[in-house]
């Protein structure tokens, strides 16, 4: 997997570009895990702050030369004469005092000298080094929080990425100058490892999935082994099933060696639910709807999608959010005829599944309608059936499937 890092921006009516050369990977890994954060912050030598528009996109973003200025600024000037040593924490008090400070920068950047002039850091040379390089420190990060607030407005999520200690005088900042905002924290490699997630290709759903509505933990196991037996290659555990996180990893552990049998779960309605199934090694998120926070989730852990859609609106917008695969559901209702007018302004590359209603006898009417696949429930499976059962209703199903 190579990365081709780099981009630029320029506003209207201005002269000159912005740029960022790497940063934009770490900002995509951080939007996966806080996608309703708008504004997204990387401190550093040059900080970057970006714009999230509505299409979830990088809309405009600024350089702030915040380090750089701060080492330029503690060693090559008259205030390196305050003995400005980084200090291993830092004097809040003086740091909040900077953040607090208005006027022009250069004219701030001088009290840092007059403080010490008035003595009014600590008497101790060691505290007053620390207080002094908090105070700058301060007047830095702040005038460059103020301006990136002044610049996007009144946001309520700002997203810092980076380290833990300079993120933490950025929060703190950002406390200061707009109380009550949300602030979040995200490491560098924890961001940049959720966007390789993102880029690594996610599993193929087989045509054939299995929904094991009402199966529990204790029998699903010998189920799954006559299912796969049967033909079966998908198998979805709906989440109002019980225990069903129990029932998806007994799965995943029966089947790790068999990299082409695929376990997911079904019913899938929030964030959290995404996180448990991954936690439990599931590869697979269905829905009965089109949400994009368990969407764009689901991807960020490498995840395969299949969210339920019934209009064009549905399908369109799950298509927005990068999904290649959409279940009809209730597919019954609609009927062939309605997928195949579906199907009619859809992008060739979207992969419809029938689900609900579908037959080993009727498959070959939502095939010639546009099914590239199915998701066969209580027809295949329902509480109280025996394994050998389930198999052999598996056997009808993959039959039928052959014969299109």
Known sequence: LLFVPGMSHCDPGCTSPDVMRGEETQILGAMTLYPTSTVFVCPGTHSKWAFINQDRKIGSFKTFMTGDVFAAVKNHTILSKNNLVEPTDT???????????EGPLLSKLFTVRTEAVARNY????????????????????GDEVRSGLEMYGAVHEVTVIGASKLCGLYKRALGVLRPGGVVHVVENEAA????????????????????????????VVEVGRK??????RCIE?????????????????EFKHQSNILIGAGTVLTEEDVEKV?????????????????????HSLALTTLPGVYTPTDAFTAISLNVTN?????????????????????????KTFAVGGVTPENMSSWRRSGA???????????????????KAKAVAFVTGMARL
């Open 91 to 101: 004097d809040e008090s003086w740091f909040d005092k900077g953040v607090k400070t």
């Open 122 to 141: 600590p008497a101790d040379p060691v505290a007053a080094s620390k207080a002094s390089a908090s105070y700058l420190s301060g007047i830095m990060i």
């Open 326 to 350: 959409i279940k009809l559901f209730p597919a019954e209702t609609l009927g062939p005829t309605g997928l195949k007018a579906l199907k009619a302004v859809l992008p060739p590359t979207v």
């Open 237 to 253: 555990v709906p989440l109002n099933s019980p225990s069903p996180f129990e029932s998806i990893k007994r799965l995943v552990d």
């Open 192 to 219: 940049l490892v959720n966007c390789v997630k993102m880029m690594l290709p996610r599993p193929v759903i087989p045509e054939l999935v299995a929904i094991l509505r009402g199966v529990r933990p204790d029998e």
């Open 372 to 390: 590239y696949g199915f998701g066969i429930g209580s027809a295949l499976y329902k509480p109280g059936d025996s394994p050998e059962g389930v």
């Open 278 to 298: 991954a936690a439990v090694g599931g590869r697979l998120i269905v829905s009965p709807n089109v949400n994009p926070n368990v969407i764009r989730r689901a």
């Open 227 to 232: 299912l796969v037996e049967g033909g079966v």
